[in-house]
């Protein structure tokens, strides 16, 4: 019994190894395109994206960023479909829903823009850029005074937090993914799936010790 647990402890040590080696790789690459769309080289910078998504299907981070990439090539269909999937896998954070915002927003669709932004406020009510930016639409719109109370609600949030606001949406020739913006989302992303090894906390604790210990049950 101890030496089918030890057998089971290290197994799970190698898969961990195995787990960080392969954020270690997105990561790297993630930066490589990142790099490549700082040079406007949008083509190379798609074809490591392609292959990231191919591998990890269920980044969120790098169906966004790839999005990011065919507003670059301005092709929406494609860019739409990347935001959907990313909203789709993490629907309970805001940051998607404004993210998709700007794509609508940059192929048109004034009104979705504006929902997904209320959508993302209503996930994190601190969101001032979301206020900031439906205040832009709404402006756009004709809608002077609702613009006004965005505005002045993003400016008390910007005051509260200290946070700078940018007055204007993103230029697009200057826009690209943040890589390291998120980090703590890309981590959130794979220990989740870590985490599905295990059928209880006690399991997991259970592990952490033996990690802790140097391998050794007792």
Partial sequence: MQQNYKAYSTSLV????????????INQEHEKAYNLMLEKDYQQA????????????NEANLLSDRGVIFIHLNKKEEALKDFDQA???EDTYGYR???RAYARDFFGDTEAAIFDYEKAI???PEDAVSYNNIGLLQEKLGYQQKAQKNYDVADEISKTHEEILIPQQPDLENEVPKVQEE????NKSFFSEFLKVFKSKKQ?????GFIKKGGKLK
């Fill in 46 to 57: 798609l074809k490591i994206f392609d292959d990231l998504i191919y591998l990890f299907p």
């Fill in 97 to 99: 829903y404004a993210s």
């Fill in 122 to 124: 209503e996930l994190d």
């Fill in 14 to 25: 190698i898969f961990a190894e195995n787990l960080l080696s392969m954020q270690k790789f």
């Fill in 183 to 186: 980090s703590s989302i890309k």
């Fill in 87 to 89: 909203v789709f896998l």
């Fill in 204 to 208: 997991f604790r259970e592990f952490i």
